[in-house]
């Protein structure tokens, strides 16, 4: 059973625009969500992260918004650059690690 | 600074035949992990190892065996190859950085088992 759900699949966006992946989870014990970002035969890396305790974080272009009651997160890509392009993880962690099933990101310019 | 360094990047296994993943980081983490990247499943944990001496088992352990073979190298072994097993393994280790534990990982080793 897949512990962190993860949409959309894959998403296109033009250059200049908003990417939004949304995850959700049941489990009320996670206490830290972060966001990985993986390029094409490379190993994830951390984007950011944030714990439940915040609504919001932001990083630069990327924002993590974070809603408690309805145990879901989404990472919100402002101004999307075609170097943004990759895939992007979701995680909860208890402190075990459980990862989302990634979202393909592709911005055309 | 090399990081996490797994070997080898690509291998092919005829069902049945063994094979070990090597791993190692020069970052001096206590923590460190193997996972697996399938489509549409994502990162699943394999194994991990808290501290040299130390393994337990993640999500998905059947088939595979680890050691830790001190604090810089964490190995995983294909006793006998099933084509379920066809995958990317990552290994990773880790680090508390005021915030969180982060994750690093390797380049992964794409394994194909026929």
């Known amino acids: 059973q897949q512990q962190v759900k993860q949409s959309p699949q894959s998403l296109i966006v033009q250059k200049g625009g908003i990417s939004i992946i949304n995850c959700a989870y049941e489990n009320t014990a996670f206490d830290y969500f972060p966001w990985y970002q993986q390029f094409p035969g490379k190993g994830p890396a951390l984007l950011i992260a944030?714990?439940?305790?915040?609504s919001e974080k932001k990083e630069g272009r990327f924002t993590i918004s974070f809603n408690k009651s309805a145990k879901q997160f989404s990472l919100h890509i402002m101004d999307s650059q075609p170097g943004d392009s990759a895939t992007y993880f979701c995680a909860a962690s208890n402190p075990q690690f459980y990862f989302g099933t990634g979202t393909s990101l592709t911005v055309i310019p | 600074n090399a990081g996490v360094t797994q070997t080898p990047k690509f291998q092919v296994l005829k069902t049945g035949q063994s094979m070990t993943l090597q791993c190692a980081q020069d970052?001096?983490?206590?923590?460190m992990y193997w996972y697996r990247q399938d489509p549409g499943m994502g990162l699943r944990l394999i194994y991990y190892s808290a501290s040299e001496g130390t393994t337990d088992k993640g999500e998905v352990p059947n088939g595979y065996n680890v050691s830790r073979l001190n604090k810089r190298e964490f190995s995983l072994r294909l006793e006998s190859a099933a084509p379920s097993q066809t995958s990317v393994y990552f290994c990773a280790s880790s680090e508390f950085y005021g915030f969180g534990e982060k994750l690093f990982f390797g380049s992964g080793t794409q394994l194909s088992v026929l």
């Open positions: 970052m001096n983490h206590n923590s």
């Open positions: 944030i714990r439940p305790d915040v």
